[in-house]
């Protein structure tokens, strides 16, 4: 099979980079997300056809901020620099930059010039997002000024006979007016992409892959029931039938009657399906583990013990199998540059060193809105792919502070409330993910004529596309209260119930 034709993505550390590789998603082009000094020659056979480097933090007026290789720029592929990119092209080519006092930041109106194909069909006036502290003051050999704004007399360069291009603004942020159309016109104007990569294709070459990596071998499978690794499951298994064995494992972090639930929903798929009760050993293994790094680490390594003696009584199992999605992989990556790892994920940051098994993750290039898709594809029933996301660690990550059977019980009858409320009001579907949190705090409350001091608990529940951003849900004030109301009448030890109005960023959505 020839290699999928995709974009490379150079990360150098800005908040927006993930956005740009869902703006190429969206117009059905693959790309990829790398740090900017990654070996290129791994994908020399990959069909590279256009790279973009991404903005970031750092100023290039310091002689340790991050660069390519000069020879980067020989490739003979399209290059796109967006912002903190556009500025590493001037440097590379012999351009003067000069640090500004004050970093310009926000909307600005941008006139671009038309004969440029990156700019063909834009707006005379063009609203853009600009967010950096350097600016071009000595144009780069080669190079044309093809943008300007009020405030920018360089706001975008073009050498079309090499065809780098830098934007000083951000496309693909949403502010942006007609950012889609610009990346549009570099993606098929310039690239000449054809613009294939759909759910079917990928469907056609996953299973490919699998067959390929797996061979006759067997896979075991963590699930869960939620719709990452069910969509996994009904990959593989339409890849390698019966040689897959999903293991779906009682934590004893799972929320009110799920490990019965699911145990039934899954049966009706047709999967070897293996439940395990091993919430003592989790436990057991969490009693006093306060730090949420920490917890994740025990829980994924312990995930790890459960599937290896799974795996024994299977027998002939050399391969494991994860619903790891592309959001996991980015936010459990520490790039040697100017990214940072934001948390580890149970299912890519916790796994043991020496693991007997082989992984098998064929989602691991996808973001979740494009995995809700791939599971209609495959015939997933609804009730799988409406599920709101819930964690590997389950309400490990959801209970700040140490983790015992008490407040696990507490918080389940929490959360079970908050879920059914937002079922009763027909608003589940309309927020990406809902859930409880135990603080580990108390407060003073009065019930009857008593004081009491007990627990409090936060709500939180957001919009969201893909989980790389986020933003608070707006539900009604009188839902809310009926909520807070029916969760402090029943559940007892909880006596306060706030609601959570953070985004991501600067926020993350879950709270550990």
């Not at 600016?135 to 080669?142: A, C, D, H, N, W």
């Not at 009020?150 to 000083?168: H, N, P, T, W």
């Not at 951000?170 to 613009?195: A, M, W, Y």
Request: charge should be negative.
């Amino acid at each position: 099979m020839a290699a999928h034709e995709m974009v490379l993505i150079l990360d150098f550390g800005s908040q927006f980079t993930q956005l740009i590789a869902r703006r190429v998603r969206e117009a059905h082009v693959y790309c990829e997300i790398v740090p900017f000094n990654a070996d290129l020659t791994k994908y020399r056979d990959r069909n590279v056809r256009g790279y973009i480097l991404s903005g970031g933090p750092s100023s290039l007026t310091d002689p340790e901020s991050p660069r390519v290789d000069k020879t980067f720029f020989d490739s003979g592929v399209p290059i796109l620099g967006i912002c903190y990119g556009m500025q590493l092209v001037a440097d590379s080519f012999g351009g003067k930059l000069l640090r500004s006092e004050h970093r310009e930041y926000g909307r600005a109106l941008f006139r671009p010039d038309d004969t440029t194909p990156l700019f063909r069909s834009l707006s005379t006036k063009s609203q853009v997002w600009m967010s950096h502290g350097d600016s071009i003051v000595s144009l780069p050999t080669g190079f044309q000024v093809t943008g300007e704004s009020d405030g920018l007399a360089v706001a975008a360069i073009a050498d079309e006979s090499r065809q780098i291009y830098g934007v000083q603004f951000h496309p693909e942020v949403h502010h942006t007016s007609e950012g889609k159309q610009i990346l549009h016109n570099f993606l098929f104007d310039i690239c000449r992409l054809h613009g294939d990569w759909t759910t079917e294709s990928f469907i056609d070459e996953s299973i490919s892959r699998i067959r390929a990596q797996v061979g006759e071998g067997k896979v075991l499978l963590g699930i869960s029931g939620g719709v990452d690794s069910t969509v996994a499951a009904m990959l593989l298994h339409r890849a390698i039938g019966g040689r897959l064995h999903a293991v779906f494992v009682n934590t004893g972090m799972l929320r009110k009657n799920e490990f019965e639930d699911v145990t039934t929903m899954l049966r009706t798929l047709g999967l070897n399906l293996y439940p395990v009760d091993s919430s003592r050993l989790f436990l057991e293994r969490l009693a006093g583990i306060e730090d949420p790094e920490k917890k994740r680490k025990i829980i994924g390594s312990s995930f790890i013990d459960v599937f290896e003696d799974e795996a024994e009584k299977i027998g002939d199992v050399d391969f494991l199998g994860q619903g790891t999605l592309y959001p996991d992989v980015i936010e459990s990556t520490s790039f040697k540059g100017p990214s940072v790892t934001i948390k580890s994920h149970h299912n890519v940051g916790g796994l043991k060193e020496r693991m007997k098994l082989k992984l098998v993750e064929p989602l691991r290039e996808l973001f979740k809105d494009e995995v809700r898709e791939l599971g209609r594809k495959l015939g997933l029933p609804e009730q799988f792919i409406r599920r709101h996301p819930f964690p590997g660690p389950g309400l490990a990550v959801r209970i700040l502070g140490d983790v015992t059977q008490e407040r696990c019980d507490l918080l389940r009858e929490v959360d079970h409330i908050f879920i059914e409320e937002l079922h009763k009001y027909k608003i589940y579907d309309d927020i990406w993910q809902a859930f409880a949190v135990l603080l580990p705090v108390k407060a003073v409350g009065v019930m009857g004529d008593e004081r009491t001091y007990e627990n409090v608990v936060a709500l939180r529940a957001v919009t969201s596309v893909d989980g790389m951003t986020a933003d608070w849900a707006r539900i009604d004030h009188d839902i809310l209260a009926h909520i807070s109301n029916r969760i402090i009448r029943n559940v007892r030890g909880v006596n306060r119930v706030t609601y959570d109005i953070s985004s991501k960023p600067p926020a993350t959505i879950e709270w550990e």
